[in-house]
């Protein structure tokens, strides 16, 4: 398994400056992990600073939070792609997983995928919020959507990623929709419980710690 190959370098800290920016993309490239994870502003400076190498340039999208309006993450699905994004992930709204209203929330995703014009869409469910059941809809209706990946958190609400939750996310996308597990993941034996549950991508501001394990 390369390890590697499956992690998402993080930083998506309000305070983040350029400097920290920086230090993720060459981290990034010296370790060839699968992306760098920033916020949308610094999509270009992170395009530039990985030019050449395999590391791809992941954003996020109505994020931490989810709650804006669904042209809202369309639009900024659409400003980071042309600032270079690869991949999106967006945060679902979670007010409408909680009302079981399912068909907004795979329109919504619908949309943003649409937006996305051929590149990865991760969308986030912030699972801390969700029951086990709402999980699993919730999952399902991403797939519905158009989604390639769902995604366990944003790392910003009361819990991140559960081995729990990661099983319950690859049993309602099946095989072949890819499960990214984030938040809270600090260590290797951390990573391994999450690839066994079922994630086929970790993302976590302790890349270089866990492949250095």
Same mark, same amino acid.
């Given at each position: 398994?390369?390890?590697?190959?499956?992690?998402?370098?993080?930083?998506?800290?309000?305070?983040?400056?350029?400097?920290?920016?920086?230090?993720?993309?060459?981290?990034?490239?010296?370790?060839?992990?699968?992306?760098?994870?920033?916020?949308?502003?610094?999509?270009?400076?992170?395009?530039? /600073?990985?030019?050449?190498?395999?590391?791809?340039?992941?954003?996020?999208?109505?994020?931490?939070?989810?709650?804006?309006?669904?042209?809202? !993450?369309? =639009?900024?699905?659409?400003?980071?792609?042309?600032?270079?994004?690869?991949?999106?992930?967006?945060?679902?709204?979670?007010?409408?997983?909680?009302?079981?209203? @399912?068909?907004? #929330?795979?329109?919504?995703?619908? /949309?943003?995928?649409? %937006?996305? !014009?051929?590149?990865?869409?991760?969308?986030?469910?912030?699972?801390?919020?969700?029951?086990?059941?709402?999980?699993?809809? %919730?999952?399902?209706?991403? #797939?519905?959507?158009?989604?390639? @990946?769902?995604?366990?958190?944003?790392? @910003? %609400?009361?819990?991140?990623?559960?081995?729990?939750?990661?099983?319950?996310?690859?049993?309602?996308?099946?095989?072949?929709?890819?499960?990214? +597990?984030?938040?809270?993941?600090?260590?290797?034996? =951390?990573?391994?419980?999450?690839? +066994?549950?079922?994630?086929?991508?970790?993302?976590?501001?302790?890349?270089?710690?866990?492949?250095?394990?």
């Amino acid at each position: 398994m390369e390890i590697n190959k499956l992690i998402d370098h993080t930083l998506l800290k309000p305070n983040a400056t350029e400097e920290d920016i920086i230090e993720l993309c060459k981290e990034a490239i010296v370790y060839n992990f699968k992306a760098v994870c920033v916020n949308p502003y610094y999509v270009p400076l992170a395009k530039n /600073l990985l030019k050449g190498s395999d590391v791809l340039v992941c954003t996020v999208v109505g994020f931490p939070l989810g709650a804006t309006f669904s042209e809202a !993450k369309v =639009d900024e699905t659409k400003r980071a792609i042309k600032a270079g994004a690869d991949e999106i992930d967006v945060v679902l709204n979670i007010g409408k997983v909680k009302e079981q209203n @399912f068909e907004f #929330v795979q329109e919504e995703i619908r /949309l943003v995928k649409e %937006a996305c !014009k051929g590149r990865l869409l991760k969308v986030i469910l912030e699972t801390a919020f969700l029951s086990d059941d709402e999980i699993f809809e %919730a999952s399902k209706a991403c #797939v519905l959507g158009g989604a390639d @990946f769902v995604k366990t958190s944003t790392g @910003f %609400a009361s819990g991140g990623a559960l081995v729990e939750h990661v099983k319950i996310m690859r049993e309602a996308v099946g095989p072949y929709v890819g499960v990214k +597990a984030s938040g809270g993941i600090r260590s290797r034996s =951390d990573l391994e419980k999450m690839v +066994a549950s079922g994630a086929t991508r970790i993302g976590t501001s302790s890349g270089v710690k866990i492949v250095s394990e």
